[in-house]
T-cell receptor
Framework: DGGITQSPKYLFRKEGQNVTLSCEQN?????MYWYRQDPGQGLRLIYY???????QKGDIAEGYSVSREKKESFPLTVTSAQKNPTAFYLC?????????????FGPGTRLTVL | AQTVTQSQPEMSVQEAETVTLSCTYD???????LFWYKQPPSRQMILVIR??????QNATENRFSVNFQKAAKSFSLKISDSQLGDAAMYFC???????????FGPGTSLSVIP
């Protein structure tokens, strides 16, 4: 079955540590996205990528980094510079950005800083 | 900049009844796309319905329909014959054709009362 997988489902981090969230898709989609979800704030865009080896900052990129070395993979690193990283993180993909095609979402990763 | 507003943080509906969720948006573009996404307690986001701004006809998907008022920049979602499985967070989203990001509203939490 085609879809988006995110791992791990739950992640605990100590302050000062970097952690990497995995996102893999086998939908052959060009574009991939990372969102952060906090209660009452909807989804906020962290980073997005239209093609391999290219990505752009979203609205809240500070303290995060990404890479896009393969079409199917778009990992997100939460660095120690991110002051309040506890949140639910969603990865999404779409066929092309400049069309009406919707985004498909992964199941999410819940990150908690201890 | 484009914005999406959902003025109802929480709503409830009796099973089998009809409920309407409100969404307004702000844009200077004439062509764009609008979406309603559902996020159930599992937190897996799925597309409910989409609307192309150049189409005057309101989109319909089974029990879900929209009331798209372009001049008023309003995009409400009507759920008919509400079912227990409709209980979820609903997000309204905007995507411009010349804009490579999707803007999400803050969401409306819908409860279905048996």
């Amino acid at each position: 079955d085609g879809g988006i997988t995110q791992s791990p489902k739950y992640l605990f981090r100590k302050e000062g540590q970097n952690v990497t969230l995995s996102c893999e898709q086998n939908l052959n989609h060009d574009a991939m996205y990372w969102y952060r979800q906090d209660p009452g704030q909807g989804l906020r865009l962290i980073y997005y990528s239209q093609i391999v080896n290219d990505f752009q900052k979203g609205d809240i990129a500070e303290g995060y980094s990404v890479s896009r070395e393969k079409k199917e993979s778009f990992p997100l690193t939460v660095t120690s510079a991110q002051k309040n990283p506890t949140a639910f993180y969603l990865c999404a993909s779409s066929i092309r950005q400049y069309s009406y095609n919707e985004q498909f979402f992964g199941p999410g990763t819940r990150l908690t800083v201890l | 900049a484009q914005t999406v507003t959902q003025s109802q943080p929480e709503m409830s509906v009796q099973e089998a009844e009809t409920v309407t969720l409100s969404c307004t948006y702000d844009t200077s573009e004439s062509d764009y796309y609008l979406f309603w996404y559902k996020q159930p307690p599992s937190r897996q986001m799925i597309l409910v319905i989409r609307q192309e701004a150049y189409k005057q006809q309101n989109a319909t998907e089974n029990r879900f329909s929209v009331n798209f008022q372009k001049a008023a920049k309003s995009f409400s979602l009507k759920i008919s014959d509400s079912q227990l499985g409709d209980a979820a967070m609903y997000f309204c989203a905007y995507k411009g054709t010349s804009y490579d990001k999707v803007i999400f509203g803050p969401g409306t939490s819908l409860s279905v009362i048996p």
